[in-house]
């Protein structure tokens, strides 16, 4: 049973920042064992994987649509998945959500498929205005 809570979501002007967290909790595993991810998704679009990181930390990999913009992180002691989000645009607005899955690679072809994580948070709202 593995539990995804995102934390950090609001309304910003277009060109702030904001910082998403999710609280990951495993009853089996810890958080150092899973495959971690962010997805979203706009009214009427389809889910887009954003981001994804190793169990290590040591491999991310990022859509090209926020690329140098976000930053995926991991704080595996606090079981926290980050995802520091630069430059919004109203674009940028959508339910975010993070996933999570024990099957590696983490960082293989096809991360971006929303049907590849088993694991689901309820999502974060993030809105971005200007």
């Known amino acids: 049973q593995v539990q995804l809570a995102e934390s950090g979501g609001g309304s910003v002007q277009a060109g702030e920042s904001l910082r998403l967290s999710c609280l990951v909790r495993a009853s089996k595993f810890t958080s150092y064992n899973y495959c971690l991810a962010w997805f979203r998704q706009a009214p009427a679009k389809e889910l887009e994987g954003l981001a994804v990181?190793?169990?290590?930390?040591?491999?991310?990999r990022y859509v090209d649509s926020v690329m140098g913009r976000f930053t995926i992180s991991r704080d595996d002691p606090a079981n926290t998945l980050y995802l520091d989000m630069d430059n919004l645009t109203p674009e940028d607005s959508a339910v975010y959500y993070c996933?999570?899955?024990?099957?590696?690679?983490?960082?293989?072809?096809?991360?971006?498929?929303?049907?590849?994580?088993?694991?689901w948070g309820q999502g974060t709202q993030v809105t971005v205005s200007g």
């Open positions: 996933v999570a899955d024990l099957q590696g690679p983490c960082t293989g072809a096809g991360w971006a498929k929303d049907s590849r994580w088993k694991h």
């Open positions: 990181i190793s169990t290590a930390g040591t491999r991310t």
